[in-house]
């Protein structure tokens, strides 16, 4: 749950939680965008557990993959900048969000057409070993897409974030990540710069993000740049896992969820993938919170942008 601060109070200060988590994010983002989609993680038998479970029912996410478990839920404490760029501070050691083991496993019975993984539940234990146990089984059948989303006020030791690229950048074939995330694990290398060695690595498709400024990628034969959807920010809750949904959304919709089709894309047709991942990162930007948008506010914006919905 991410926990906002709010007002101050004679006694201290006011709180409001929302259901969150950059995973948790995606999958809810991919649903809202009409895509069938399925969470794979560990949730609490607590009250805030419940709460978690039952915004995925509400969203249309297939539940089927979930773990139940005896463990609390991990909060997010969120506090915001002046320009609404949020930090964090983590209340989850031995969260439930953590506790996905090996054994979960056998709720994934049906091989999907892609699978994403992301953020701290790729370094944190057991989730971590579980998670690389069903990319190393499927990374042959379905389409891996990764977004590191460091958070490094849960696990500090950079060399384990890098050690987690590294070994995804031999199994995913999309990667996207932050400029921020790629100077804390790659210090001093430009987004052109790396995508040289990840493209190398056997990775299709390569995004790195750059906030108001858009989005760079690059495929073994593309490079395209594009910008950000001039909006009012509010905050930037979510703007990350937003263009990930929005960016599996594209692919899935228009054939483009395997390696030979990532390969084969022409510029025009990765222009149009970033640009609708932009302009939906930039719609939940607009508002407070991971509140992310649904098809209609999406093809609404592009169409007063200018762009063409696909």
């Avoid at 995606?26 to 949730?43: N, S, T």
Wanted: one cysteine or more.
């Amino acid at each position: 749950m991410d926990v906002f601060a709010l007002d101050s109070t004679p006694t201290g200060m006011s709180l409001e939680a929302r259901v969150g988590g950059s995973p948790f994010n995606v999958a809810v983002g991919l649903a809202r965008l009409g895509v069938p989609v399925a969470f794979f993680g560990a949730i609490a038998r607590d009250f805030m557990g419940e709460r978690l479970l039952r915004a995925l029912h509400e969203e249309g996410v297939d539940t089927s993959t979930v773990e139940r478990v005896d463990a609390p839920t991990t909060l997010g404490l969120v506090g915001l900048d002046t320009k609404g760029v949020p930090s964090y501070a983590f209340y989850g050691e031995s969260g439930a969000d953590r506790q996905l083991g090996a054994d979960a496993l056998r709720l994934v019975t049906r091989i999907p057409a892609a699978i994403h993984v992301g953020s701290f539940a790729t370094v944190v234990e057991p989730v971590a070993s579980t998670l690389r146990v069903l990319v190393e089984r499927e990374h042959g059948r379905a389409l891996i897409s990764y977004d590191p989303n460091v958070r490094l006020n849960v696990e500090p030791d950079r060399a384990r974030w890098r050690s987690a690229l590294d070994w995804m950048l031999a199994r995913a074939h999309v990667v996207k990540i932050s400029e921020e995330d790629l100077d804390l694990l790659c210090p001093g290398v430009s987004a052109e710069d790396f995508f040289a060695p990840t493209l190398a690595a056997g990775v299709q498709l390569v995004v790195v993000t750059r906030g108001a400024s858009g989005a760079l990628a690059a495929t073994g034969t593309v490079r395209v740049t594009v910008p950000a959807l001039a909006v009012t920010i509010v905050d930037t809750v979510g703007a990350g896992d937003t263009f990930q949904a929005a960016l599996l959304t594209w692919l899935a919709e228009n054939d483009a969820l395997s390696a030979a089709a990532l390969e084969a894309m022409a510029e025009h047709r990765l222009l149009d993938a970033l640009r609708f991942a932009c302009t939906a990162s930039s719609l939940t930007c607009s508002r407070r919170g991971a509140d992310l948008p649904t098809r209609a506010e999406l093809a609404a914006a592009m169409a007063v942008d200018g762009s063409v919905p696909r």
